[in-house]
């Protein structure tokens, strides 16, 4: 996303201001007053109704938590794959925790943005542009490619084709036998932009980018074609700052439906095959969206969680127990919506009312990435390789 390395630093210092989610200021800058609304919200007390418990944690080796990546795993067929920066790939039985297979790539390897899976091959880009394919079922490496740029969003695997997206906005095809290049696609990019990039969300036929410049595009993925493309949110403001609008969580489909959020914010319902927008809200975030069965859960950029209903987007309740605690994008685990935060607590909410249900802490290191729901599990990767995965109990 960043164009340069001191665009990144620009980045990171907007965001901050933007956000005001515990970054340090300078001695003397603000009243002691200040300072203190400037701490993350406490957590308070409360009666749980329902006990998440943890069935297996793991280490998948040290991570770059200065990168500002948020890693997070994908599952497929009963098996959990995940990487860490300077760590390995593993492949881990979702029931269990046991690892099946341990890839090590080259020493200085820095894995980010967490592993794609299909067509029988695991795919993971890292911030120095490398890509790599694995065996899905073995860990033995299949082929080996180079971006011009970072890449710290998971890779998307459909029709024998391999679309990685990088930091500059591109999105790259690669033959997914071979690892030859099949073709290209390039985004317009703006001057300031929030770190991290949208997954890609795959469709029959269809590849779903959400990109720096508040746009959401529909691609083929035979040919890279652009099929249609809507504005999630206009860059409004005279300041760069105020004008960051980045479609920077992962799109969610579900059926036919596409849904999506920004960091302006805003959510959007988009009709898959035609690009038809069916509602937008003025409620959402830099992550991507929790999916339940009648609502959905978004976290704005001042930690207030909301759910929407699915069919017009009108806001159901919001959370605001929050406040500077740094929040994941929701997950949607049965009946309760579940976030993580910088301190590495997971809460639960009920889908019902927005109401505390439970809260566990995973980590003692921040949480970034959004949580995992597959089923039944929870999954939960930490900003510093620890995984773990939680089953709800009544």
């Not at 098996?79 to 690892?99: C, H, K």
């Not at 341990?102 to 091959?121: A, Q, T, Y």
């Not at 319902?269 to 830099?286: D, H, K």
Request: charged share 20%; hydrophobic share 40%; aromatic share 6%.
């Amino acid at each position: 996303m960043q164009l340069s390395p001191s665009l990144t630093r620009v980045s990171a210092i907007a965001l901050c201001a933007a956000a005001l989610t515990g970054c340090s200021t300078m001695k003397g800058w603000f009243s002691s007053k200040e300072k203190k609304a400037e701490k993350p919200a406490e957590l308070v007390d409360f009666t749980a109704t329902v006990s998440p418990r943890k069935l297996w944690s793991a280490s998948l080796g040290k991570a770059d938590d200065a990168s500002g990546v948020r890693q997070r795993p994908v599952v497929a067929e009963g098996r959990v794959y995940a990487a860490a920066g300077n760590g390995s790939v593993r492949a881990i039985d979702l029931a269990n925790g046991q690892t099946l297979w341990s890839w090590n790539g080259e020493k200085h390897s820095r894995w980010s943005g967490g592993p794609g899976v299909g067509d029988g091959l695991v795919v993971i880009g890292s911030l120095d542009g490398e890509v790599v394919a694995l065996n899905a079922a073995s860990g033995t490496e299949r082929w080996r490619a180079k971006v011009n740029n970072e890449v710290i969003a998971s890779p998307a695997i459909q029709g024998n084709t391999v679309m990685v997206r990088s930091n500059d906005g591109r999105v790259t095809a690669f033959d997914a036998a071979s690892g030859a290049e099949r073709w290209r696609w390039q985004a317009d990019m703006p001057a300031l932009t929030v770190r991290g990039n949208a997954g890609l969300a795959l469709g029959p036929g269809y590849l779903f980018v959400g990109n720096d410049n508040g746009k959401l595009v529909a691609l083929s993925v035979n040919e890279g074609a652009e099929l249609w493309d809507v504005t999630v949110a206009q860059p409004e403001g005279r300041s760069e700052l105020e004008r960051m609008n980045d479609v920077d969580g992962q799109p969610v489909i579900d059926d036919t439906l596409l849904y999506v959020s920004s960091f302006k914010p805003r959510t959007m319902a988009i009709e898959a095959p035609t690009g038809r927008v069916l509602w937008m809200q003025e409620n959402g975030g830099v992550g991507g969206v929790g999916l339940g069965a009648y609502r959905l859960a978004v976290a704005d950029a001042k930690d207030v969680v909301w759910a929407l209903d699915r069919g017009n987007g009108a806001p159901m309740w919001q959370q605001d127990a929050f406040a500077r605690r740094k929040l994941t994008a929701p997950a949607v685990q049965g009946d309760y919506v579940v976030v993580g935060d910088y301190d590495g607590y997971l809460h639960w909410l009920s889908m019902d009312n927005g109401q505390m249900a439970a809260r566990q802490r995973a980590s003692r290191k921040a949480i970034a990435a959004q949580p995992l729901v597959a089923d039944g599990v929870l999954l939960v990767q930490d900003s510093e390789g620890g995984l773990s995965a939680w089953r709800l109990e009544q």
